[in-house]
């Protein structure tokens, strides 16, 4: 009982590592051809449009109600200190260091990452990808490349409308319906953020989470079971996989970096 | 065809709005203009800054005209504190700069007090009269000892005796 | 080779003739389609060599074995167009990958080859818009863009209705005789395949046996006679046939993924 117990964990143990060894393999591979011409900027411009310009709803509506609600909730709390004029400081901050970043991330490995899952490996379940290869056209070259990079490059962009877009929430909240000044709401905000504290490393944080979930998406799908039910487990575990490294990366970065 | 131009068009599009964001939060939030552009740079040294932090604004009645851009200790271990000033602001050479707290909890800040002299600040000058920051802390300190003391003879001699009394 | 550590072909030798429609015909799971991937590559055998040309692609890296796969045009049981693109744009996409054809070129080629699979007027059709057929007749126009010296065909018959099965196997004839390229064609489909083979190839269970369809139709071999006969009313034997191949090696392993239908 005992001895089967860590002889399973041994395994498991073995299987991440394996899986870790091969994502490394893929890394290198999509590594190789990204500067390989054609650059494919078709189907990069392609999947900018459905990674990036296809989530600006809900990444924006989104921000909208997470700024509201920590206008309203920071508000309620600072108010009772009479310091209601460091809710800019408070929103801004908790938003740039931490919030826009993680939360942009999480719902963009939702909507987009698990599209980019279920897209190839859908194409790998109706031998696209085998077709691919029979034409002399390299998968990772033609399908995974532009995924991958257009996660990375979408993913500060759509982090900092969040961060706009909640700035403007707390706004709504703290100034339309508190009655806090608008001008004492900036200026606390803008006093309190700085470049190379704070912004530099939500971008940072973003590019990361970027080269992670676009890695673990694309990896997913071109690993996946050739099934209606392998794509499925693909898309799930993509989500579930991705959430959880962000979460982890971000402590990580930020105990490292202190962003 | 006409698909594929509208589509190019949103991601163009959506590329220049997140760069913009992305400008909007480094320079116009993350105040990244104030790096590198000369304005009005003055200094002031004072015996305690208590929690002053660089990016704290500097006024004068409420006025934002800069912003405190670097702090560090001088030979004579005061702290020195660097600020940046509007370039168009003419500040009397005998200006004050006091350290003061918004609300009771709040942020600290710098407020100026313009001088009378008819000669101005320039660029790299010290702002000569300085008054330190309370440090809430102590003030709270002073004030319990001060109740304390009033009434001197009996919570004194009850307490005193208590710890005095093994040492002979 | 095998498949989920389960062998799926062992000891099979056999040459697909130069210029002529080879047909490897079998029952589900006995490793038709896992030839023709061998063949392009796709998989990699654990053991034996396989030649192309006289070219063994067993010692081919992924790289080296892209050069290969210019000679070799595949058309895939379900089609594998690339949904995302329109049928001219799936035509022209190997030439605009490998050849520096200007558009005019491009566009007479593809039309070309759609003219010489039967279809015109589909050019901005996408694959999900096309009928099983018509799918299947894209992909053999995409197979052939590129004047391939073998061509592997994966199932041309399935999911198709009595006339378009006869077109698709005019269509393969006629293109064959065209342009005097090798074909190897899979498919369980016995009337078609035994009418346009030169050469076959059956995967028994007891072990593959070869030759001309005339050779194969007056074998005395049961097991060949019982596959080739088309008489359903033995349903007895039909049933005992169908244990046979589910108790043996060969049980339908591969094709648990698709769903495949006999005839």
Redesign the interface.
């Known amino acids: 009982m005992g001895a089967g117990a860590i002889r399973g964990l041994g395994h498991g143990v073995g299987d991440v590592v394996e899986s870790l060894g091969r994502l490394a393999v893929f890394t290198a591979r999509i590594l190789m051809v990204t500067v390989r011409p054609p650059l494919r900027l078709r189907e990069f411009?392609?999947e900018?449009?459905k990674l990036?310009?296809l989530s600006?709803l809900i990444i924006s509506v989104s921000g909208l109600a997470v700024g509201m609600v920590l206008g309203l909730q920071g508000y309620n709390t600072l108010v009772r200190?009479?310091?209601e004029?460091?809710l800019g400081?408070v929103v801004?901050l908790s938003l740039?260091r931490e919030l826009g970043p993680v939360l942009t991330a999480l719902l963009t490995t939702g909507r987009a990452g698990s599209a980019v899952t279920a897209e190839i490996g859908t194409?790998k379940a109706?031998?696209?990808l085998?077709?691919?290869?029979?034409?002399?056209?390299?998968p990772i070259d033609y399908v995974v490349r532009p995924k991958a990079w257009a996660m990375i490059c979408?993913m500060?962009?759509?982090s900092?409308?969040f961060?706009?877009t909640a700035?403007g929430g707390g706004y709504v909240v703290g100034v339309g319906l508190m009655g806090i000044d608008g001008g004492t709401y900036m200026?606390?905000?803008?006093?309190?953020?700085?470049?190379g504290n704070?912004?530099?490393g939500?971008?940072l944080k973003a590019v990361i989470f970027g080269v992670l979930v676009g890695l673990i998406a694309t990896y997913r799908g071109y690993t996946s079971a050739?099934?209606s039910a392998g794509v499925s487990a693909a898309t799930t575990s993509t989500v579930v996989i991705a959430s959880v490294s962000v979460l982890i990366f971000d402590y990580f970065i930020t105990a490292l970096w202190g962003v | 065809m006409n698909e594929t131009g509208t589509r190019d068009f949103l991601v163009g599009l959506f590329v220049l709005a997140g760069l913009g964001a992305l400008a909007f939060l480094s320079f116009s939030i993350g105040g990244l203009r104030y790096t590198g552009e000369g304005g009005l740079p003055v200094y002031a040294t004072f015996d305690q800054i208590a929690g002053l932090k660089p990016k704290a604004p500097v006024d004068i009645a409420g006025v934002k005209v800069g912003q405190v851009t670097g702090i560090s200790l001088d030979e004579s271990y005061r702290a020195r504190v660097d600020m940046d000033l509007d370039r168009n602001l003419k500040l009397p050479v005998d200006s004050s700069a006091a350290i003061v707290t918004s609300g009771l909890l709040g942020d600290r800040y710098i407020q100026l007090s313009p001088g009378a002299e008819d000669r101005h600040l320039a660029p790299g000058e010290q702002i000569p009269y300085t008054e330190s920051a309370l440090v809430m802390e102590r003030l709270i300190g002073k004030f319990l000892v001060n109740v304390g003391d009033s009434p001197k003879e009996d919570s004194q001699s009850g307490s005193g005796s208590q710890e005095t009394a093994p040492a002979p | 080779m095998a498949y989920n550590g389960r062998p799926v072909l062992r000891d099979l030798t056999c040459r697909f003739p130069r210029g002529r429609i080879s047909v490897v015909l079998g029952g589900s799971g006995s490793g038709k389609s896992t030839i023709l991937k061998l063949i392009g590559g796709l998989i990699c055998a654990r053991a034996g060599a396989i030649y192309v040309g006289d070219r063994d692609i067993g010692r081919l890296g992924e790289s080296a074995m892209y050069e290969v796969r210019r000679e070799l045009g595949m058309m895939f049981q379900n089609g594998a167009l690339l949904d995302s693109l329109s049928v001219f744009e799936n035509l022209s996409f190997p030439l605009r990958e490998h050849t520096r054809l200007s558009r005019e070129q491009i566009a007479e080629q593809v039309h070309e080859r759609l003219a010489a699979v039967g279809l015109s007027d589909v050019d901005d059709l996408l694959p999900r818009e096309l009928s099983g057929g018509m799918v299947k007749r894209v992909a053999l126009a995409r197979a052939l863009i590129q004047s391939p010296q073998v061509l592997l065909v994966d199932e041309p018959f399935s999911g198709l209705d009595p006339l378009s099965t006869k077109l698709i196997e005019a269509l393969l004839v006629r293109i064959n005789r065209t342009y005097g390229m090798t074909m190897i064609v899979v498919s369980h489909h016995i009337p078609s395949t035994l009418r346009m083979a030169d050469h076959v190839v059956l995967l028994l269970p007891g072990g593959p046996v070869q030759g001309s369809p005339r050779e194969l139709l007056a074998s005395a071999d049961p097991s060949v006679r019982r596959f080739l006969s088309e008489d359903t009313d033995a349903s007895d034997e039909v049933l005992a046939h169908a244990a046979e191949f589910e108790a043996g090696e060969h049980r339908p392993v591969l094709d648990s993924r698709r769903g495949r239908r006999k005839p």
């Not at chain 1, 200026?187 to 953020?193: F, G």
């Open positions: 411009a392609d900018l449009f990036g310009v600006i200190f009479g310091a004029g460091s400081a801004g740039i194409m109706t031998e696209q085998d077709g691919l290869r029979m034409m002399a056209v390299d979408v500060p962009l759509l900092a409308l961060i706009l700035i200026s606390s905000l803008e006093n309190s953020v700085d470049f704070d912004v530099a939500s971008i050739p099934t």
